[in-house]
C-alpha cells in the first residue's frame, strides 16, 4: 500500500504507542499474551495504527523480545504496524520481520544523540537512508518513518532552533522517507512552538505526510495536540492511559492519553472512527498487567458529556 | 478602578480561585491563617487577582465563613479580590465587605438553574442586576461580573445552544455587568467550540471583558485555555494544583491547573508576570492543610525546561 493509502490526507489516524514507547520504561511487562490481547481489543474499538515493539536485542531490551508476535498480531488485526528501528541490525530485522512501517528516530541535537545513541545525526540518517535501501530492495515494501526526537527542545542543550530541525528534515526527505515525525519528546513545546513548526516543516515533503508525537510532562500536550491539528497534521501519536515515562525526563509522565485525545479530535470535528467507551475498557489490560504504573486520563475518569456525539466518519 | 485598569485588554490576568471554587467541595478547610498565607505568598509570586471566597451563610458553607478575612488580605497584599455571590442577601454583604469585585453567577439552563439555586435564569439576572444597582449606589463602585455557569455543555441537559448563551449574555450585559465569565463548569467542551463561543460573544459587550473559567474533567482544559487566549481572552480562572471537584460531575477533577496554564500563557508569549518557581512551592501549603486532596499539574512535577525564559512584561 502507498503511504496516501496508509495515511489519507483527509482523515486523522491516531497511533497507538503504548506497546512500543508505553513499554519503554516500564517496571513489570506485561506478557506476550497480554499484549496480543490489547492491540486486538483495541483494534476491534477501532484504533487503526499501533507501534508494535522495537527491534533492538532481546537480551538488553526484554519487553521487546516478542516483537514478531505483536507484528503477526498487528496484521491479523487487520491494523498498521510500526517497529522501531535504532541501527542497521534493526532496520534488517524489521524487513524481514513484516512490519507495514520501519520507524528510525534521529536527535535533533548532536549532543543527544551522542547521550542517546553514541552516534552522530549524519550517522543516524544514514542508517535511515539504509532502512529505505532495503524497503526500496524488498518485495512487500513497508513504509519507512523518522521521527525527529527532541525537535521542539532538547533536555540536554535547551531551546532547539527551528533551522536545525528544518535541516535535518530535509535531509531525511532526501534520504527517502514516507513520513516525517516530529516529537516533542520531553514536553517542552507549548502551542504557538508546535504550530509554527508545523507551518515551517509541512511543505518540504512534497506531500508525504507528517506526523507529531507528544508528551504531557507540563500539562500543555492536548493543548498541542489541538494546535497540530489545526495545521493540518493528521497523524498523531499517543498511548492508552498515557502510559510510559521518559529516560530523559526524569519524574516526567509520558506520551499524551489516548483516550483524551480521541476526545478531542471528535470535539474538533475530526472523525477517529473510535468507540471511546470501548477503548477506556482496554485499561483494564494494563491495570492487570502492569498495577504499578499509573494510568492518567481525564475522559476514562469522567465518562462522555451527557449528549456527547462522536463526528461521523466520511462516506 | 475603572474595569479597564483592573483588566487591560492587552495583558493577560489569571485568576487564582482556589480559595474559592478550590474549596467548594474540600473534606477539610484551610486554617484562615494558612488562607492568608497561601494568598499572600502567591500574591508575592506575581499572581494579580484571587477568589476570596463566598458571601453565603457561614452555618452551611463554614470554609467561606472567614471570607472577610481573605477579602481584607487580598486589599493587603495589594491584589484583585472576588467574592462569589448567589443572592440579593450576599450582594449586600459583598457590597459592604469592600471586596474588589461581586462575582454572580448565572446557569446557561433552566434545569440547572433550577436545580442549582432553585431559581429561574429570569431571577438569576434579577440578582445580577440587584448587584449592579448596589454597585451604582456604592462609594468604591467595585466590579460587577457574572459567570454563566454550563455555558459550552450542561451535566442535566447536555449539549447548549449557542443562542442561549448569547441571549443570557445580551440581558447580563444590559444588567450592568463589568465582565462576562463563560464558565465550562462540567468539562464538556473542546477547543473549537470555545473559540465558535468566544467569537460569537466577544462583541456584544462594547469592549467589556470576557472571561473564561475551564475544569480539567476529560483532559481538554489547557487545549481549551489555548483556544480562548488565541481569540483574545485576557482573563483566565484557574486553581494552584487544579483544585476543586465539581458537585455536578461526580469523579471529576477541578479547575485547570494555574501552575500549567502560567507555563502555557508563558509559551504562547503572553507575560503573565509570575514566578513559576515561586508559584509551585506555594503548594506546600496545599498539601500541609489538606493532605488528602489530590494536586495536578505537569510543571511542578517536571519543572521548567531547560533554557526556559519567560515572556518579558511589556514596558
Chains 1, 2 share one sequence.
Not at 500500500?1 to 511487562?29: K, N
Not at 515494501?141 to 527532541?150: D, E
Not at 517542552?188 to 516543516?201: D, E, F, K, L, T
Not at 497540530?228 to 498523531?236: E, F, S
Request: hydrophobic share 45%; with cysteine.
Amino acid at each position: 500500500m502507498s503511504v496516501t493509502e496508509i495515511y489519507p490526507a483527509d482523515r486523522v489516524m491516531l497511533r497507538e504507542v503504548g506497546l512500543r514507547d508505553g513499554l519503554q520504561m516500564v517496571r513489570t511487562h506485561p506478557s506476550t499474551r497480554a499484549k496480543i490481547n490489547w492491540l486486538a481489543r483495541e483494534a476491534a474499538a477501532g484504533m487503526p495504527c499501533f507501534e508494535t515493539g522495537s527491534f533492538l536485542p532481546a537480551h538488553s531490551f526484554p519487553q521487546f523480545a516478542d516483537v514478531q508476535e505483536i507484528v503477526d498480531a498487528a496484521h491479523r488485526a487487520g491494523v498498521h504496524g510500526v517497529g522501531l528501528v535504532l541501527n542497521e541490525r534493526g532496520a534488517e530485522t524489521g524487513i524481514r520481520s513484516g512490519v507495514a512501517e520501519l520507524a528510525c528516530v534521529v536527535s535533533a541535537t548532536e549532543t543527544h544523540s551522542q547521550a542517546n545513541v553514541r552516534r552522530t545525526v549524519a550517522d543516524s540518517i544514514a542508517v535511515v537512508a539504509h532502512a529505505c535501501a532495503l524497503r526500496d530492495a524488498s518485495p512487500h515494501k513497508p513504509l519507512v518513518s523518522a521521527t525527529i526526537g527532541m525537535s521542539l527542545g532538547c533536555s540536554m542543550t535547551g531551546p532547539v532552533p527551528l533551522s536545525s530541525v528544518l535541516s535535518i528534515a530535509e535531509r531525511l526527505f532526501e534520504a527517502g522517507i514516507d513520513v516525517l515525525n516530529l516529537a516533542d519528546t520531553v514536553g517542552y513545546a507549548g502551542p504557538a512552538q508546535v504550530s509554527g513548526m508545523v507551518r515551517a516543516v509541512r511543505n518540504l515533503g512534497a506531500g508525504r505526510p507528517l506526523a507529531v508525537h507528544l508528551h504531557d510532562t507540563r500539562g500543555l500536550g492536548l493543548a498541542n495536540a489541538a494546535a497540530a491539528l489545526d495545521q493540518g497534521v493528521c497523524i498523531l501519536d499517543a498511548s492508552l492511559g498515557g502510559l510510559g515515562g521518559c529516560p530523559f525526563a526524569p519524574r516526567a509522565t509520558g506520551n499524551i492519553v489516548m483516550e483524551d485525545l480521541v476526545f478531542l479530535c471528535e470535539k474538533m470535528g475530526f472523525a477517529t472512527g473510535i468507540d471511546l467507551a470501548a477503548l477506556c475498557a482496554v485499561r483494564d489490560i494494563l491495570k492487570q498487567e502492569m498495577p504499578d504504573e499509573p494510568l492518567y486520563g481525564g475522559f476514562a475518569r469522567s465518562g462522555a458529556p451527557l449528549g456527547f456525539a462522536p463526528t461521523p466518519l466520511p462516506g
